[in-house]
């Protein structure tokens, strides 16, 4: 089971192979949904400007890029046109540096503040990616202890479960 503690080195987080390959595939997902960043040769991307920024239908792409203003579509759409590509460009650096931690095998990972804190934002970015697509509640422990083994849901409520968990550790640890 994962473990993170502060060392004099930086942040260490113990994780077993398991957690390696599942944080892995994670992240690999979450890169794959944000999708890849517009070519060098698109002049307002360039720019960090969005030529067609509207709300996205996926529910999850909506919780992680959600509007500005919900009762001023005009005003929305405007501020994610200048927006949204940066916050993307982060969301797949923070999801780029776990990658960029890991191995193939469990392993003490060592990160500094800087990197630790990009791990936070990828924890947060797919916690909240499970958490729209399980329809997670403030009851969800509830439904979780309920939920039959064999409920196709049950290995994404551990999944979800995990990663709070390892979240919770690195916030302690960096506060």
Same mark, same amino acid.
């Given at each position: 089971m994962s473990h993170v503690t502060k060392t004099r080195h930086g942040i260490k987080v113990r994780l077993?192979?398991?957690?390696?390959?599942?944080?892995? %595939?994670l992240m690999e997902q979450m890169l794959a949904l944000i999708g890849e960043a517009p070519g060098a040769d698109d002049e307002l991307a360039s720019l960090g400007i969005a030529e067609n920024a509207t709300t996205p239908d996926d529910p999850v792409l909506a919780r992680l890029f959600p509007d500005a203003y919900r009762d001023d579509g005009e005003a929305a759409e405007e501020f994610r046109r200048y927006t949204e590509m940066g916050l993307r460009d982060g969301k797949r650096e923070a999801a780029a540096a776990v990658l !960029?931690?890991? !191995?193939?095998? !469990?392993?003490?990972?060592?990160?500094?503040?800087?990197?630790?804190? %990009?791990?936070?934002?990828?924890?947060?970015?797919?916690?909240?990616?499970? !958490?729209?697509?399980?329809?997670?509640?403030?009851?969800?422990?509830e439904e979780a202890e309920t939920l039959d083994a064999g409920d196709p849901r049950a290995p994404m409520f551990a999944a979800y479960d995990w990663l709070t968990m390892l979240q919770e550790s690195l916030v302690r640890v960096l506060w």
């Amino acid at each position: 089971m994962s473990h993170v503690t502060k060392t004099r080195h930086g942040i260490k987080v113990r994780l077993e192979t398991e957690e390696v390959a599942l944080l892995r %595939a994670l992240m690999e997902q979450m890169l794959a949904l944000i999708g890849e960043a517009p070519g060098a040769d698109d002049e307002l991307a360039s720019l960090g400007i969005a030529e067609n920024a509207t709300t996205p239908d996926d529910p999850v792409l909506a919780r992680l890029f959600p509007d500005a203003y919900r009762d001023d579509g005009e005003a929305a759409e405007e501020f994610r046109r200048y927006t949204e590509m940066g916050l993307r460009d982060g969301k797949r650096e923070a999801a780029a540096a776990v990658l !960029g931690a890991l !191995g193939d095998r !469990g392993a003490d990972i060592v990160l500094d503040e800087k990197q630790a804190q %990009a791990w936070l934002r990828a924890l947060n970015d797919v916690r909240l990616a499970l !958490g729209t697509r399980l329809d997670i509640t403030e009851e969800w422990y509830e439904e979780a202890e309920t939920l039959d083994a064999g409920d196709p849901r049950a290995p994404m409520f551990a999944a979800y479960d995990w990663l709070t968990m390892l979240q919770e550790s690195l916030v302690r640890v960096l506060w």
